[in-house]
């Protein structure tokens, strides 16, 4: 069964950074591209960034680029994305997701709340 498990979320203030972190467990974790995304209150789950199964190719939301990286540690069957430059409008509960061979994202962390204040 596969399991995804966030950590590393908490309140901070504007302009400081979070590195959130996303173990896996229960498939081959090098086989799987991974993502990030968040939901904020009365708003649709948003995408955040995206790699590449071996972490050579990376893809970011507008509103992210250049403020957030995404990295993966394969033998340690752990994903991370490192945010800086935070705002309030960063304010949401971030998940972690494999994407399944047919492309779309199949399995779902139960999210890390971030929260950024002004």
């Known amino acids: 069964q596969v399991q995804l498990v966030e950590s590393g979320g908490g309140l901070v203030q504007a302009g400081g950074s979070l590195r959130l972190s996303c173990a896996a467990s229960g498939r081959t974790f090098s086989n799987y591209a991974m993502g990030w995304f968040r939901q904020a209150p009365g708003k649709e789950r948003e995408f955040v960034a995206a790699i590449s199964r071996s972490g050579g190719a990376t893809y970011f939301g507008d509103s992210v680029k250049g403020r957030f990286t995404i990295s993966r540690d394969n033998a340690k069957n752990t994903l991370y994305l490192q945010m800086n430059s935070l705002k309030p409008e960063d304010t949401a509960v971030y998940y972690c997701?494999?994407?399944?061979?047919?492309?779309?994202?199949?399995?779902w962390g139960q999210g890390t709340q971030v929260t950024v204040s002004s």
């Open positions: 997701a494999t994407k399944g061979r047919l492309g779309s994202y199949d399995y």
